[in-house]
Each structure stands twice: as structure tokens, then as C-alpha cells.
């Protein structure tokens, strides 16, 4: 009798799991089926290429202004490229293969092409969202609705790769479904990023103006570290 219970045991608990794993499932699918409409939906993919002017600013201690730098970033589609141009220096990658040209000069230090393939990568992995979040290996788990310390109300998920150190969290409007925010543990450092304006176009919803905050463990404490303003430049329809 005591075997019959065991397994009927582990039969409900089994099934408690799987349907929690499918009602999860459901949930993120839900959410993020609902964020990439609020963002443009189809439109999204009829776009050949998008480019804009990122302007960064960096702050001290203090919070005061200690850096401003320029960047004009191209996303091309179909096939994907990508370039930023700035300080006479363009860094271009098709996915594969990474080039820099300095001062009209190709630049060919193993080191500085594995910087900037790094630059390139976390451009587009930053701009081109909530979309990226389809990508093959992604690993999501619904988190619930939270409060941000902007008291802002969000559905939360917590994003991280198989081949990546870097855990994740992003953070959709519970009625615009609009992605508001984004939190990043890298090396035990975590920074919290708001989106606090969009650039609305017919082609789709995208960054305009975000912030960047370093947190303390229990987020009582949020210091400014930069701020950034996307301009779109121009965006090409296929």
C-alpha cells in the first residue's frame, strides 16, 4: 500500500509541475505576444533598416556630467549588419565577422575586434527590443508583477542565456505591455535602466530617452551612472 502512495504521490506532484511549467509558459508567452504589438507588431518586420544618433551622457558620484559621447548606429536587415560610426572610427559586423576602420586605417588587434564585435552585440541586443527576446536559447522565467523604485507596475521576467554570465530582468508596463525597464546583474554589479520616453513611428515603438542606475543589493539606494537619448535618423521599409 505504502508503494501505491509513494507513486501516486509523485504522480500529483508531477502534474502540479508540468501545469505550473504551462501556465508559465503561458503567462510569457501571453506577455510578450502583447509587448511586441504594443511595439509595432508586423510593421516591425518590414523594416530593411533603422538607423539613428545615440547620445550618451556619464555622471560621477555626485551626478554630475562627466562625459558626452556621439554615436550613429545602423541596424540592417535581411541579411543583418550592423555599424557604429564615432571619433572617426566605424566598427562593422555582419553577425560573423567583425571590422574596424580607424582614420581611413583597418584594424586588425585581436583584442580590439573582440571589443568591439562586444560593442556591436550589446547595441543591438539593447535597441532591438522587447523583439530579441524571440531569439533560439533564450531562457525566460515569469517573475510576477512588481513595483519599481519609479513605482511604476510591471510585469517581470527574468531573461538569461546557456552561454552567458549575465542575468537579466525586463520590466513591461502592466497596461501598455510597453517594455519600461531593464535590470542587468553583471559581475555582482547591478544596474537598473528606465525607459522614460519612446520614439512613436509608423514603422514601430522604440528607446528614446532612458536612464541608468547603479542599485544597492536591496535597491534602498539608486545612483545615476548615464543617460541616453536615441534619435532615429532614418528608417528604410523593405
Known amino acids: 500500500m505504502k508503494i501505491q502512495f509513494d507513486i501516486r504521490l509523485i504522480l500529483l506532484f508531477s502534474l502540479f509541475f508540468f501545469n505550473s511549467i504551462s ?4 503567462k510569457i508567452n501571453e506577455i510578450l505576444i502583447k509587448s511586441l504589438n504594443a511595439h509595432g507588431g508586423e510593421n516591425l518586420n518590414k523594416i530593411k533598416k533603422i538607423k539613428y544618433l ?13 562625459k558626452e559621447i556621439k554615436q550613429i548606429i545602423t541596424h540592417k536587415f535581411d541579411p543583418y549588419k550592423t555599424e557604429i560610426e564615432s571619433n572617426n572610427k566605424t566598427l562593422k559586423s555582419d553577425g560573423i565577422i567583425t571590422e574596424i576602420l580607424e582614420n581611413g586605417e583597418i584594424v586588425k588587434d585581436f583584442k580590439s575586434l573582440n571589443k568591439a564585435k562586444s560593442k556591436i552585440n550589446g547595441a543591438f541586443y539593447v535597441f532591438w527590443q522587447p523583439m530579441k527576446l524571440k531569439d533560439a536559447g533564450t531562457i525566460i522565467k515569469y517573475m510576477g508583477v512588481s513595483t519599481l523604485p519609479n513605482k511604476k507596475r510591471v510585469f517581470s521576467l527574468e531573461v538569461s542565456y546557456r552561454d552567458g554570465t549575465d542575468t537579466w530582468n525586463f520590466y513591461f508596463d502592466t497596461n ?59 528608417v528604410v521599409k523593405k
Open 23 to 26: 501556465a508559465q509558459n503561458e
Open 54 to 66: 545615440k547620445t550618451t551622457f556619464t555622471y560621477d558620484d555626485l551626478g554630475n556630467l562627466k
Open 176 to 234: 501598455s505591455y510597453l517594455l519600461v525597464g531593464t535590470e542587468v546583474n553583471h559581475n555582482n554589479k547591478v544596474s537598473l535602466i528606465y525607459t522614460t520616453d519612446f520614439n512613436r513611428t509608423e514603422s514601430g515603438v522604440f528607446h528614446h530617452k532612458r536612464e541608468s542606475y547603479i542599485v544597492s543589493e536591496n535597491r534602498s539606494k539608486l545612483r545615476i551612472q548615464a543617460s541616453y537619448v536615441y534619435d532615429i535618423l532614418d
